[in-house]
């Protein structure tokens, strides 16, 4: 069946998926105080209101402290942390412990975030036992919600993670655990047969029960068409500005890198050089000896 004769297929459904996020917050009737910032519910909730959804990364405790008090919808515990904390080239290395570690952390500075944690390289390709064994670390370790790469041969997998209570956000585009594959970071869905597999991939994760799906490195109309076709949010990193919100890395928006920036980056803050000035003076104050002084030194 092609990409345009499944976009009607979900007509029947929408009701039923709506109906199914509605019934299935683990924070119903909650007082609000007790709430998480959000829940999976209220991901296509925002969609139905017309507000854009904000997703930052994080991978530790101090980070997640400054983004608790801040207005973002969610976080983001991304396999990334693999190459922005651990220095390794890709995120073909992150481990499931490693994720279970950052969420962790992040958990414990944003103690009332929703987090999403990431299932890394293959751990949701085995057998269904250890797939649901791997999902219970991150939620154990704080998560709300994990995030699995891919729809080919993953569909399944999602649906049996859903039904045992665990709320699934997609990510489609340049899933980067696929980067072999794909022969290095490209935009995806360029070609006509790659955005009709891109649009059909993202309704049959609606289908399996996602609550969202990243979508990254596509062009902007065909992020704004996904977006269009689905009841559920599509958050986009790379995808334009069609889409239901967006996510970024907190160390690109931040300015901490020291290398070229994707193109979709926006930097809010060049962190690194605060940061390197930072060093330098207080390097300055420490050889000079005007650090400390009388006022941060005790009597």
Request: glycine share 10%; aromatic share 6%; with cysteine.
């Amino acid at each position: 069946m092609g990409a345009e004769s499944s976009l009607t297929s979900t007509t029947w459904e929408s009701e039923t998926i709506r109906e199914f996020f509605a019934n299935t917050s683990i924070h119903k009737g909650l007082d609000p105080k007790d709430r998480y910032q959000m829940t999976a519910p209220e991901f296509i909730s925002r969609k139905e209101q017309g507000k854009p959804i904000s997703m930052i990364t994080c991978y530790d405790s101090w980070s997640a402290a400054i983004i608790a008090e801040t207005d973002m919808d969610c976080i983001l515990v991304g396999d990334s942390a693999s190459m922005v904390m651990h220095g390794y080239e890709s995120t073909i290395h992150a481990t499931i412990e490693m994720m279970a570690a950052h969420t962790a952390a992040v958990r414990r500075g944003a103690p009332h975030a929703f987090i999403i944690g990431d299932m890394p390289f293959l751990s949701n390709r085995i057998s269904r036992d250890i797939v649901l064994q791997n999902v219970r670390q991150l939620m154990q370790a704080g998560a709300n919600a994990v995030k699995i790469e891919g729809a080919k041969g993953n569909l399944d997998s999602i649906s049996h993670i859903v039904d045992s209570g665990v709320p699934v956000m997609g990510h489609l585009g340049l899933t980067p655990q696929a980067v072999n594959q794909f022969g290095g970071y490209r935009v995806q869905g360029k070609e006509e047969q790659a955005r009709r597999v891109l649009i059909n991939e993202a309704l049959q994760l609606e289908k399996a029960g996602c609550f969202a799906i990243v979508l990254e490195c596509v062009p902007a109309a065909l992020g704004e068409e996904i977006a269009e076709s689905l009841i559920i949010p599509i958050i986009g990193i790379g995808a334009g500005n069609g889409v239901d919100g967006q996510v970024l890395v907190l160390q690109d928006m931040l300015g901490m890198g020291t290398g070229k920036d994707p193109k979709f980056v926006r930097r809010y803050l060049e962190g690194a050089k605060l940061i390197r000035e930072a060093l330098n003076q207080y390097h300055q104050d420490v050889t000079t000896k005007t650090f400390p002084s009388k006022k941060e030194s005790y009597a």
